[in-house]
C-alpha cells in the first residue's frame, strides 16, 4: 500500500500542470478514424468475452484486447476506446515517471523528464493509438520504480502485466536484471520474482509459438511484406533513436537532421561522461538505471531481430521515458559544477529537445502526412455517392480490410480474393464473377503493391467490360476507385 500511497499523496501543482498540458496536446485527432491495425483491434476486442483470447493472427500479448473489450461495453467510439487502450496509460506513465524520478534522483530532473515526455509528439501520437505502446511504456516506468524502492510484490505484479502487454517487455526485464545484480547482492528476491513471473506466462507461449508460426506464413505467402513492415538492420538503431529525438519527423537523410541527431547522442555521451567521473554513487546507480532502461532494451532487440525483425520505434516506445530521464538528470547534474563547458552543453541539449518537440507536434497537428489513415472519411465519401444496393466492394485480401467492416454499411456487398496475395494461378475469373450483377465495383489501391503487384484483378474487371469511371483519396489511404460498365465519371479528389 505504501507504494500506491507514494502516488497519490505526492501530487504537486506542478505535476497537474504538466499533465493538464499533456491531456490538452493528446486531445487533437483522438477521435480520428481509425487505421487499419486499429480497427482490426476494435473489432477483435468488441467480439465476445469467450473469443478474446483468440488472437493468433495479430502478434500481440492478450492485455490490450481485454482491457479494451471491457472499454466496449460503454461505448465503441474511437476517443473512448483509445483513452481506455492509449490515453490513460500514457497519462500515467508520465505521472509515475515525475513521482519516480522525484524520489530516486529530484525534483528538477522529474520536472524535465515529464515535461520533455508530455510534449513529446511520439509519445502523443501513441497515447491516441489502439494498439498495444502506450500500456508497456505504462508498466516500464512503473516496474522500474518498484525495482529501485525494491518492491517486490509490486515488481513482479508489474512484470507480469508488462509481459502481457508487449512481446518485446523480456528485453527491459533483461536490462532491469543487469542492473540490479550490478547494484545490489538481494538476489534471492529477484529469482523469485522472475520465476513466479515466467510461470504466470507459460500458459500463453502456446499461442505465441502459433502466432509466430502465422506471422512466418504471411511472410512466406506475401512477397515484400517483411521489408514493408521491419526495418533493415543496418537502419535499425539509427531509426529508434532518429524517432526518440525527432519524433513524428520525416527522417530522410539531410545535414540538419545529422547534424542535430549526431549533436544530441554525442551530448548525451560527453556529459555521461563527465558526470560519471564525479564517482558520486548515489548518482551513479541512477544514471547507470537510466543508461541501461533508454538504450538496453534497444540493443537487445536489435541482437534479436538478427533471427525475428522485431525493431521498430514504437515497439520500444517502452524506453523513451528512461531517454528523457537521462538527458534530464544528465543536464541537472551539470548545473552546479564549474565546468562551464558541460553546463552550456547541457542546457542546449534540453533546449533542442523541447524545441524539437514542440515543432514536431505541432506538425502532427496540422500535417495530414504525420496523422493516420482516414479510412471513415473515403467511405462516407462513396456511400454518400453510390447507392449501396448497385456497389459491390472487391478485396484483394482474405477478407474486407477492417476498417471497411469497421465503418462501412452492411448493405454493401464485398467479396474477396480469398488469398492475400495474387498470381496467375488465382481463379480470378470465378472470384470475380459477383460482380455482374452490379452497377459499380469499387477497389482500393491499399496495399496491392504487395498483394496485387501485376493489377491482374484490374485487368480480370476490364476483361469483364468495367472500366475506371470515378476515382476518392484519403490522407495515408490512397485511391479507391470506382469500375463501371456505365459512363458515369466521378472524381472526389
Known amino acids: 500500500m505504501e507504494f500506491v500511497q507514494s502516488f497519490l499523496n505526492r501530487s504537486r501543482l506542478l505535476l497537474l500542470l504538466i499533465l493538464a498540458l499533456a491531456i490538452l496536446l493528446r486531445l487533437p485527432h483522438l477521435s480520428g478514424s481509425f487505421w487499419l491495425d486499429e480497427a482490426a483491434q476494435a473489432l ?42 492509449a490515453l490513460v496509460p500514457g497519462l500515467l506513465t508520465i505521472a509515475i515517471l515525475y513521482l519516480f524520478l522525484e524520489r530516486a534522483a529530484n525534483k528538477k530532473t522529474a520536472t524535465i523528464a515529464a515535461a520533455l515526455l508530455a510534449t513529446s509528439s511520439l509519445h502523443i501520437y501513441f497515447s491516441q ?18 525495482l529501485y524502492e525494491q518492491r517486490w510484490r509490486w515488481f513482479t505484479t508489474l512484470t507480469i ?12 526485464l533483461i536490462a532491469q536484471t543487469i542492473w540490479l545484480l550490478l547494484n545490489t547482492k538481494k538476489y534471492k528476491q529477484l529469482v523469485v520474482s522472475l520465476v513466479i513471473s515466467t510461470a504466470c506466462f507459460i500458459p500463453w507461449l502456446p499461442t ?28 535499425a538503431l539509427q531509426l529508434v533513436m532518429g524517432k526518440f529525438i525527432f519524433g513524428l519527423s520525416d527522417l530522410s537523410f539531410s545535414l540538419p537532421y545529422l547534424a542535430t541527431g ?3 547522442v554525442l551530448s548525451l555521451i560527453s556529459l555521461l561522461l563527465f558526470s560519471w567521473q564525479k564517482k558520486v554513487k548515489r548518482q551513479q546507480k541512477v544514471l547507470m538505471l537510466l543508461l541501461f532502461w533508454a538504450g538496453a532494451p534497444l540493443a537487445f532487440a536489435w541482437l534479436a531481430s538478427w533471427f525475428v525483425p522485431v525493431v521498430e520505434p514504437k515497439r520500444l516506445l517502452l524506453s523513451l521515458a528512461g531517454f528523457y530521464g537521462l538527458a534530464s538528470y544528465l543536464f541537472v547534474l551539470s548545473l552546479p559544477q564549474k565546468n562551464a563547458i558541460a553546463k552550456k552543453l547541457a542546457t542546449l541539449l ?42 459491390i466492394a472487391v478485396f484483394i485480401f482474405p477478407e474486407a480490410f477492417a476498417p471497411w467492416l469497421w465503418y462501412a454499411s452492411p448493405d454493401i456487398t464485398t467479396i474477396s480474393t480469398k488469398a492475400i496475395y495474387v498470381d496467375n494461378t488465382t481463379p480470378l475469373r470465378d472470384l470475380l464473377e459477383p460482380t455482374l450483377d452490379y452497377d459499380y465495383i469499387l477497389m482500393f489501391d491499399y496495399l496491392q503493391d504487395l498483394t496485387d503487384p501485376n493489377r491482374l484483378v484490374a485487368a480480370e474487371l476490364q476483361k469483364f467490360g468495367f472500366e475506371e469511371t470515378g476515382s476518392f483519396s484519403a490522407p495515408n489511404v490512397g485511391f479507391a476507385r470506382i469500375f463501371s460498365k456505365q459512363n458515369t465519371a466521378v472524381d472526389q479528389g
Open 44 to 85: 477483435e476486442s468488441t467480439r465476445p468475452l469467450s473469443q478474446q483470447l483468440d488472437i493468433v493472427a495479430d502478434f500481440q500479448p492478450p492485455l490490450l484486447h481485454l482491457i479494451t473489450h471491457v472499454a466496449s461495453y460503454a461505448s465503441h467510439t474511437e476517443w473512448w476506446l483509445r483513452t481506455a487502450g
Open 129 to 146: 493509438e489502439l494498439r498495444p505502446y502506450s500500456l508497456p511504456t505504462l508498466f516500464a516506468v512503473a516496474s522500474w520504480w518498484a
Open 161 to 172: 502485466a508488462g509481459l502481457y502487454s508487449s512481446y518485446l517487455y523480456p528485453f527491459l
Open 208 to 235: 505465441f509459438f502459433a502466432q509466430l508460426q502465422a506471422g512466418q506464413l504471411l511472410r512466406n505467402e506475401l512477397p515484400g511484406w517483411e521489408s514493408t513492415v521491419s526495418i533493415s538492420q543496418e537502419k
Open 262 to 264: 549526431s549533436f544530441v
Open 350 to 391: 534540453i533546449a533542442m529537445l523541447f524545441i524539437i518537440n514542440i515543432s514536431s507536434t505541432i506538425r502532427y497537428f496540422i500535417d495530414k502526412s504525420f496523422q493516420r489513415e482516414d479510412w471513415r472519411g473515403i467511405i462516407r465519401k462513396i456511400e454518400q455517392t453510390y447507392p449501396a444496393q448497385n456497389t
